[in-house]
């Protein structure tokens, strides 16, 4: 008896397994007959812009395009462009962020569009995911989507497409803040934040400062970094990668500058070190103001500063499900 109910449970596990198999086979037929998704475009078919720009360092040139664009864009009055580093498979945590810290129900300044917040991501070949991310588009309006391959040897390339997008699409926001996907933000604590001059300024780069780091000399780590690109002991001062605001007058200028360097791989050392240095940009430390790690994220720790919260934001929160806990952990701090 037992054994026959044992071998009914399997039945039905192998049919659902079945059915599911099928429909989704069924569906790949129905997406190949559409057009590669590659091509769809959210931007005004009358404008005579082709979206196209070129990353250019002194050894390479790439040159890429905007394919898609949020048409809800800036306005005059958005002080904070925000730019999330994302994958394009990454819907689940794109979801997370929009439900918590970037969710204008959560944020009167997302409301009122002083903070424009978007992800970037790269177009895809695969036909799944290109309509899934069609039908995001069409709901949300919050993608860059860039002809960029998706690599992490060419972040250094989607963060010259960030700093692009600032400075051709939201030129008037005094500032931006380029972000990984894994980091809960306080938001209105930290656009308040903004508003001190000690701790933003158009013509400065804020965020966790590291001094005194070694390049890393192994051919095989990820973070290799050959003698012929940097030969110094210690990288200049540069800012931690997570999460970092730069204001609008060092944008031209950094994009301009690159062009005099070889190529980096190490994305927040390049931008924001070796390039912030040659133009003698102002680093300004936030560092008792962002959290790295998820363990000293307990409310009752958490200081505050003149009736504020001092810390609006946390990294490695990994996954959706720590992004919502990150964001409530962040709100749950109460201050006299
Ligand atoms: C062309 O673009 C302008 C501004 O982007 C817009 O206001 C206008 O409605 C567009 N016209 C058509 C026919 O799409
Ligand atoms: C990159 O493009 C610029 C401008 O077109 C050109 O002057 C330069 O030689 C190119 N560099 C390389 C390495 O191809
Ligand atoms: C925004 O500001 C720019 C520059 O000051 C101005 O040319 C433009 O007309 C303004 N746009 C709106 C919608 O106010």
């Not at 394919?67 to 306005?75: E, F, G, I, Q, S």
Request: net charge positive; glycine share 4%; aromatic share 12%.
């Amino acid at each position: 008896m037992n054994l026959c109910r044992q071998l009914w449970k399997y039945l039905v596990i192998a049919v659902i397994l079945y059915a599911t198999v099928f429909l989704n086979l069924d569906r790949i037929r129905t997406f190949s007959s559409e057009p590669s998704a590659i091509q769809f475009i959210n931007i005004p078919s009358n404008e005579s812009s082709n979206h196209l720009f070129t990353a250019q360092f002194k050894d390479q040139n790439h040159t890429y395009q905007f394919l898609t664009l949020p048409k809800k864009t800036c306005t005059n009055n958005t002080k904070l462009q925000i730019t999330i580093l994302s994958t394009a498979g990454n819907f689940d945590i794109r979801q997370a962020i929009r439900d918590t810290w970037a969710n204008p129900k959560n944020s009167m300044h997302v409301a009122n569009n002083d903070v424009h917040i978007s992800f970037i991501i790269s177009a895809v070949e695969n036909e799944f995911l290109s309509y899934a991310l069609q039908k995001e588009i069409e709901k949300h309006d919050d993608l860059i989507v860039t002809s960029l391959y998706e690599s992490y040897e060419l972040l250094i390339l989607k963060v010259h497409a960030i700093l692009t997008y600032k400075q051709h699409y939201c030129a008037s926001a005094d500032f931006q803040i380029k972000a990984d996907d894994d980091m809960a933000v306080d938001m209105d604590g930290l656009f308040e934040g903004i508003g001190d001059k000690k701790l933003a300024s158009v013509d400065a780069i804020s965020g966790i400062i590291w001094k005194n780091s070694p390049p890393v000399r192994e051919k095989k780590h990820r973070w290799y970094v050959p003698m012929t690109l940097y030969s110094q002991k210690f990288f200049p001062p540069y800012i931690d990668g997570p999460i970092y605001l730069i204001g609008k007058n060092a944008v031209p200028r950094m994009l301009e500058e690159a062009k005099n360097y070889n190529q980096w791989v190490i994305e927040d050392v390049f931008w924001t070190g070796v390039i912030a240095k040659a133009l003698k940009i102002k680093q300004i430390n936030w560092a008792s103001h962002l959290l790295r790690y998820v363990i000293e994220l307990i409310p009752t720790r958490l200081k505050c500063s003149k009736g504020k919260p001092l810390i609006y934001a946390v990294h490695n929160m990994k996954g959706p499900i720590m992004i919502h806990d990150g964001y409530k952990k962040l709100k749950g701090v109460k201050c006299e």
